[in-house]
């Protein structure tokens, strides 16, 4: 596509600067819009960003060793390439990469300027609000609680 921009990173048309979403823009712009709402570039730019937003893919290569029996009965080239691409919606990738997400990673998201948590849902599809659960076995829990535990019947 040709956009006729001699700046860098415009999502816009015929700019002749850096960074803007307009058409016909030779100067570049002190605010930039973040969760619906203006923002300064500055706020925006100085902002520390949490890691996980950088690791949204909407596909990951599955190892024949990792394939269930159903992926393999619906990706029989697996034969030959041992194993396949595997497709997520965005949403489920944003859902992925939200699972390894470290609490001071979330505390960072949170404090992003003007951060909407119903935006950031409406987007990612992830509810901040819910409680992030973390799976474990009960060996991860007995080393997390620093106990032996027994289950009784």
Do not use: Q
Request: glycine fraction near 4%.
């Amino acid at each position: 596509m040709i956009d006729f921009n001699t700046g860098n990173y415009n999502t816009g048309d015929f700019n002749a600067t850096d960074r803007e979403t307009g058409f016909f823009n030779s100067t570049s712009s002190k605010t930039i819009r973040a969760f619906n709402k203006e923002c300064s570039m500055e706020d925006w730019k100085n902002a520390e960003k949490p890691g996980f937003i950088y690791d949204i893919n909407i596909t990951e290569w599955i190892d024949e060793s990792e394939m269930t029996d159903v992926e393999k009965e619906e990706n029989e080239s697996y034969k030959t390439t041992n194993g396949y691409l595997k497709k997520y919606t965005y949403k489920e990738a944003w859902a992925n990469a939200y699972k390894k997400a470290s609490e001071s990673d979330i505390e960072l998201l949170k404090a992003l300027p003007n951060f909407d948590a119903e935006v950031f849902r409406d987007i990612s599809g992830i509810d901040i609000t819910v409680i992030k659960v973390e799976e474990m076995t009960m060996e991860e829990v007995c080393k997390a609680l620093g106990k032996d535990i027994k289950i009784k019947k």
